[in-house]
């Protein structure tokens, strides 16, 4: 191994969010990359892992650990021209080069080997469906049974690929040169010319199933099929050379190539809408984490972020006292709603108060943050809420109430407000004086939280029992 160089549930939906739109950003380079050419990129399940490598005079390997507002340059590899990146998971990975070679990781390239597959032949796309078997194609196919430490030609009459797609074991599709598109299903053993050389270049498939999939290429090529089988050709709106493609999940595709073209699918490739961004700028390499966050790369040092922030939950669960965060994979602030301050230390997925109040959490992953809706959490004996009083500040009766409530040592201009157990708001008055009457009469029999706040400070709060 070569070291390497390190250059009672209760569901709480969303009452305030961060960012909601759907879109493209560019990503500032690092310092001194704002000319490198970058080629792919890809990310570990963690959805804040992610890795791209890039080209100025021999390529090179960068590093996102927040994924991918910021990136760092990890390792150089002087005179290689690298051509594709695969990551199986967390820890393994292989990127081939220009001249037969693979260079493999089993520790997110703190060491590699170097594997050696033929001589001098330019080697585009790397795909593995296991720690064993996988294919790469370039001038011809080559595929491997134990990780590339050997590998076998399987062309069969397939040349000159420039994309793989695997779906299992035996079963591998690849697309290339001059249209061609070929299919395996044993193996390698034996390769099915699908599409016959004769079109224009094609230069990425991705599959979204066993039968549904898009290949792109030359011209705003895009080929479609839905049987795993034929491929038809499919209207897109653009008529520039299209690099990549990334399956992002269900019916979602995303295609990127020349003069910044970025062009989306929602209904797996049947209809494209145009989304490109406004640079000249050619883009090599797409690919999505999810439906929720993905990234566009290219010349010039470009590199642009896609968040669908709508799509990171920011409900929580509340289970007896204890409340915890539906999202996975995000960073979390437990947050005190009488003041909004984030509590000290409350870092993790769940929170457990150890006094009565309103709580909430703010969850942030695939650059996005969101706030959930605040709840409320009712400890006896805690000294915070007790009926019809909080910390001696906030008196009212009576309680269990019916029609009327009266508010005492308010201050003039103050909001008294009313919500219900989800914290939802119901009722909302603003005080004259220092004692307020209330009408209740539109609420039902329940269980209410009364608050008193001053500008946006809550300076009240008790538990309201309604009954008629």
């Not at 199933?209 to 792109?216: E, H, L, M, Q, R």
């Not at 409320?376 to 019809?388: C, K, L, Y």
């Not at 009327?404 to 009313?418: D, K, N, Q």
């Not at 919500?419 to 939802?424: A, E, M, T, Y």
Request: with cysteine; aromatic share 10%.
């Amino acid at each position: 191994m070569k070291k390497l160089l390190l250059v009672s549930l209760i569901w709480v939906m969303a009452g305030f969010s961060g960012v909601f739109a759907q879109t493209w950003q560019r990503v500032t380079a690092p310092a001194g990359m704002e000319d490198v050419q970058f080629e792919r990129v890809a990310c570990l399940d963690d959805e804040q892992t992610c890795f791209m490598i890039g080209y100025k005079n021999g390529s090179i390997l960068f590093r996102s650990r927040d994924a991918g507002s910021t990136w760092d340059s990890l390792l150089a590899f002087p005179g290689q021209a690298l051509t594709s990146l695969f990551f199986l998971h967390d820890t393994i990975s292989w990127m081939p080069n220009d001249n037969g070679v693979v260079f493999k990781t089993t520790n997110q390239w703190a060491s590699w080997d170097t594997l050696y597959v033929k001589p001098n032949v330019r080697l585009n796309d790397i795909q593995f469906i296991d720690e064993n078997t996988g294919w790469v194609g370039g001038h011809e196919i080559f595929g491997t049974t134990n990780g590339g430490a050997a590998w076998t030609q399987q062309s069969n009459g397939v040349y000159f690929i420039q994309s793989v797609a695997i779906r299992n074991g035996q079963t591998a599709f690849v697309c290339g040169n001059n249209g061609i598109i070929g299919k395996t299903t044993n193996g390698g053993a034996n390769w099915q010319v699908l599409v016959p050389p004769g079109g224009d270049h094609l230069y990425q498939m991705r599959m979204a199933t066993d039968n549904i999939g898009v290949a792109v290429g030359h011209f705003g090529t895009v080929l479609r099929t839905t049987d795993g089988s034929g491929f038809n050709t499919v209207s897109v709106p653009t008529t520039n050379i299209l690099i990549s493609v990334a399956h992002a999940g269900g019916g979602q595709f995303w295609a990127v190539g020349v003069a910044g073209t970025i062009i989306h699918s929602a209904d797996s490739g049947a209809t494209w809408t145009d989304q490109s961004v406004s640079t000249g700028a050619e883009l090599r390499g797409v690919y999505f984490t999810s439906p929720a966050l993905g990234f566009a790369v290219g010349d010039s040092g470009r590199v642009y972020r896609y968040t669908n922030c709508s799509l990171l939950s920011d409900s929580l669960v509340q289970t007896g006292n204890q409340l915890s965060a539906y999202a996975d994979n995000a960073a979390y602030q437990w947050v005190n709603c009488a003041d909004n301050s984030d509590i000290s230390g409350a870092t993790g997925k769940t929170y457990t108060p150890q006094a009565s109040g309103r709580y909430a959490v703010k969850v942030k992953a695939r650059g996005c943050e969101q706030l959930s809706r605040c709840v409320t959490i009712d400890i006896p004996g805690s000294g915070i809420v007790t009926p019809g009083q909080l910390s001696n500040t906030l008196r009212f009766y009576p309680n269990p109430a019916g029609n009327l409530v009266t508010v005492e040592h308010t201050r003039p201009g103050s909001a008294i407000t009313i919500l219900d157990i989800s914290g939802r708001e119901i009722i909302r008055t603003t005080t004259a004086g220092t004692t307020a009457t209330v009408d209740v009469t539109p609420l039902t029999n329940g269980i209410y939280l009364i608050q008193t706040r001053e500008n946006a400070t809550v300076t009240g709060m008790g538990k309201l029992v309604i009954q008629k």
